[in-house]
């Protein structure tokens, strides 16, 4: 027998057209013991059914894998629908003006909508971004920022997105509650 360096050997399974990977090494003094290998019986994992309804984590999840994940690894999901979204600019979401939204994109699932806005810094300061200064409190099923805080204008890190999910469309929703 020859000696051999571990080495790393691919297996493709017969059967199952399974991929396994197995370290083999060979020393001089070696041995002549048949290697078995044992496999667990294959069992059948069934998926658990799909609901209707995606629940906030869900809808917050797939807003940001739309805007984000590379095309080619995001999955279809019939459950997701986008919805045509009036875009301008507003500083009226976010209490204090150093803060700039602008809707993204939306996307309706069952009975609720989860929209993209993003998040600009208008001010020379960095801001740390706070869920109790959006307006509309009792509008949000949900908000998510991408990132919690924003560099100041201008800086690469200037802007992230937030994720707002709603009983109605963006547009119908009156987030202007409590202006002052």
Same mark, same amino acid.
Request: glycine share 4%.
């Given at each position: 027998?020859?000696?051999? #360096?571990?080495? =790393? ?7 199952? &057209?399974? *991929?396994?990977? /197995? ?42 894998q739309q ?8 999955? #279809?999901?019939? =459950?997701?629908n986008e919805?045509?979204?009036?875009? &301008?600019? *507003?500083?009226? /979401? ?17 009975d609720l ?50 994720? /707002? ?16």
């Amino acid at each position: 027998m020859k000696a051999f #360096k571990r080495t =790393r050997i691919r297996v493709i399974g017969q059967e199952t &057209g399974q *991929t396994y990977l /197995l370290d083999l090494e060979a020393s001089e003094r070696g041995s002549f013991n048949v290697v078995e290998i044992l496999l667990p019986k294959r069992t059948v994992i069934k998926k658990p059914k799909v609901s209707e309804q995606p629940d906030l984590v869900e809808l917050s999840r797939y807003a940001s894998q739309q805007i984000f994940s590379p095309r080619r690894i995001i999955k #279809k999901d019939d =459950r997701f629908n986008e919805v045509q979204l009036s875009k &301008g600019k *507003t500083k009226r /979401l976010y209490r204090g003006g150093d803060v700039v939204i602008e809707p993204y994109r939306s996307w309706r699932a069952g009975d609720l909508y989860v929209t993209a806005v993003r998040v600009f810094n208008n001010s020379v300061y960095p801001i740390d971004l706070d869920f109790r200064m959006i307006r509309g409190q009792t509008a949000w099923k949900s908000a998510v920022f991408q990132h919690a805080r924003i560099t100041q204008k201008g800086s690469r890190a200037d802007s992230t997105f937030m994720y /707002l999910v709603s009983a109605r469309p963006f547009h119908e929703v009156n987030y202007e509650e409590a202006i002052h």
